[in-house]
C-alpha cells in the first residue's frame, strides 16, 4: 500500500503566497509522474502541474510564471510553491503519484487540501 499526504493549504490574501506538499510512504520501489489536480466548487477538476522523475514539468496555462512544482525524490515528496495568488485558485488541491512498488504500477492520491484566496 502506498499513502500520500498533503498539508500545507490554508487561507490566505490575494497576492500572498502558499507551499503545499505531498509526501508519499509504504511500498515504494519508485516514483514516477507525480502532479497536481484542483477542483473548485460547481467546476470541472483541473490539472495544474506535473512533474517527471527526470524534473520536466508542465503548467496549466493560468498558473504559468506564479506555481512551481517540484520534487524531493529521496523523500518521495513533491512541492506546489504557489506565488501571487488569485480568489479563482481558490480549490481543493490534490496531488497524485504514479508508484511503482516492484511488480505493479499504480495512481496514488491525496486526500485533498483547501486553499482559500480571499480578495
Known amino acids: 500500500q502506498v499513502q500520500l499526504v498533503e498539508s500545507g493549504g490554508g487561507l490566505v490574501q490575494a497576492g500572498g503566497s502558499l507551499r503545499l506538499s505531498c509526501a508519499a510512504s509504504?511500498?515504494?520501489?519508485?516514483?514516477?509522474?507525480m502532479g497536481w489536480y484542483r477542483q473548485a466548487p460547481g467546476k470541472q477538476r483541473e490539472l495544474v502541474a506535473t512533474?517527471?522523475?527526470?524534473?520536466?514539468?508542465n503548467y496549466v496555462d493560468s498558473v504559468k510564471g506564479r506555481f512551481t512544482i517540484s520534487r524531493d525524490n529521496a523523500k518521495n515528496t513533491m512541492y506546489l510553491q504557489m506565488n501571487s495568488l488569485k480568489p479563482e485558485d481558490t480549490a481543493v488541491y490534490s496531488c497524485?503519484?504514479?508508484?511503482?512498488?516492484?511488480?505493479?504500477?499504480?495512481?496514488?492520491w491525496g486526500q485533498g487540501t483547501q486553499v482559500t484566496v480571499s480578495s
Open positions: 509504504g511500498s515504494i520501489f519508485i516514483i514516477n509522474a
Open positions: 497524485y503519484a504514479d508508484v511503482h512498488d516492484g511488480r505493479y504500477l499504480g495512481r496514488y
Open positions: 512533474i517527471t522523475r527526470g524534473d520536466s514539468t
